[in-house]
């Protein structure tokens, strides 16, 4: 019965370090030996940043958020435009275009806010390379907000943008001061 008391009850190898409790122990330090264990665990997990997980940094994640301060007239397939910058890291968002070319593979989100100006129609897809994703379609009096959310994988070079739906001439994307159209996009896992 004393030797059996006396035995390790728990032994546990982790990377190189030797844990051992025995029935001895009294419960306070048995507490504590199992947080180390727990922390040591986590930051096996991760990369030893306290087991947070491999954090990037903001200069190596893709992610940006544009708008527009102005209306926008669009024709047949036009691309929106959303051509102020709040946020842009890594540029991979292009201004001029309208168009996030992803600068890396990945799982990214996409969501984007569009007001139409009253009584007019605003018909718009969110699209991913040449094909359709997400489509918006407001209509009718008063301004109203159509809404883009979507996750998708991408590949390097894989490009986002919000176009106008063909066949659907001199649409408007409206927006003033107050920035009501918004196009946003990030990564979430590489
Ligand atoms: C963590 O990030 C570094 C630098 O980007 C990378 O080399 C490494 O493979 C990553 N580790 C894990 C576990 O993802
Ligand atoms: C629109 O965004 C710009 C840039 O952040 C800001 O300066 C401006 O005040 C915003 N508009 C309003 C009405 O808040």
Known sequence: MF????LP??????SGLICVV????????EHSLFDDLIGMMLKLKGTGNGGQGNI???KDTPAFTAYRNSVQTLSSNAIVKFDKLWTNNLNAYDLTTGVFTAPMPGLYHFSAVVMSEDGKTLFLHLWHNDIK???SYTQGDGYKTGTFDVVLNLKKGDRIYIR???G???QTIYSNVDNYSTFSGYIIAK
């Open 133 to 135: 994703t997400a489509g």
């Open 56 to 58: 990037s940094t903001k």
């Open 22 to 29: 025995s029935s001895s122990c009294s419960s306070k330090l």
């Open 168 to 170: 659907h001439d001199s």
């Open 164 to 166: 106008c739906k063909g």
């Open 3 to 6: 030797i059996l008391q006396h």
């Open 9 to 14: 009850i728990v032994c546990l190898v982790l």
